[in-house]
């Protein structure tokens, strides 16, 4: 699915021809002016590829990437979201859709996965490349965010609650701090005691003041309750509302 440099598949200009040398003994002049013009017709057949129209289509990322219809990079850029870069391949989809719970791991251990949040479309219509800092929530509570040195690869939503969960959220009213505590609930399932080590994390302001600090904490657990019930999950069954 991806390549160990964080690429799901190359650019379709880049083309690796062996050296050329001249004519062993025996070899006529003729055979090494067609070997020639055979190397020129096919970079000219690639050239027009390259600028072939794109298929007016809509796909998902990772069945585009499957498909080999579409190449990405992706890197870490922090808690919150995942830089990336989508090209599309001579004939691929003019529109590319990352759907809500689609997975980033990092490729280096001991850093964070990320589950997108909501519906990103990607427009290539006008472009064969677009770039876009994709929206994410951390799903590995204990470990470090990846960074933009970190490269990362996309897979399919593995949780379906995770899926209906990043479905139902909107980016504008939900505050990113209830919306990344659902996410734990769901990826780790962890007890309150454990996000005593992530307030700091997660709370916007910086609060000094202990009983604002618990206003605010029990606010974010309301507001996460709050979204759980929204993707038809019972919050109660989560360690972190006991």
Not at 34 to 60: E, K, N
Not at 122 to 142: E, G, H, K
Not at 144 to 161: F, G, I, K, N
Request: glycine content about 8%.
């Amino acid at each position: 699915m991806i390549s160990p440099a964080g690429r799901n598949s190359p650019p379709p200009c880049r083309m690796n021809l062996s050296r050329e040398t001249y004519p062993h003994e025996g070899d006529t002049i003729m055979k090494s002016a067609l070997r020639t013009t055979t190397v020129s017709l096919l970079l000219a057949l690639l050239a027009c590829g390259l600028s072939a129209p794109a298929i007016s289509a809509t796909a998902d990322l990772i069945d585009a990437l499957e498909d080999g219809a579409i190449w990405a990079e992706f890197r870490g850029t922090g808690d919150m979201g995942v830089d990336a870069v989508i090209g599309r391949n001579p004939g691929g989809p003019s529109h590319v859709v990352v759907a809500p719970g689609t997975q980033f791991w990092a490729q280096s251990g001991g850093r964070q996965g990320m589950s997108t949040i909501g519906w990103v479309p990607i427009d290539l219509t006008q472009t064969a490349v677009a770039r876009l800092t994709i929206p994410t929530a951390c799903t590995n509570i204990s470990r470090l965010a990846p960074e933009p040195r970190h490269a990362m690869y996309a897979v399919r939503c593995p949780d379906e609650r995770m899926r209906v969960l990043c479905s139902r959220v909107d980016l504008e009213k939900d505050d990113p701090g209830a919306v990344q505590l659902a996410v734990w609930a769901i990826a780790n399932d962890p007890p309150l005691r454990t996000l005593s080590r992530h307030w700091q994390s997660i709370i916007e302001a910086e609060i000094t003041d202990d009983a604002v600090l618990q206003s605010e904490q029990r606010h974010l657990l309301d507001e996460a309750w709050a979204l759980l019930q929204r993707a038809n999950l019972a919050p109660e069954g989560f360690r972190m509302f006991r």
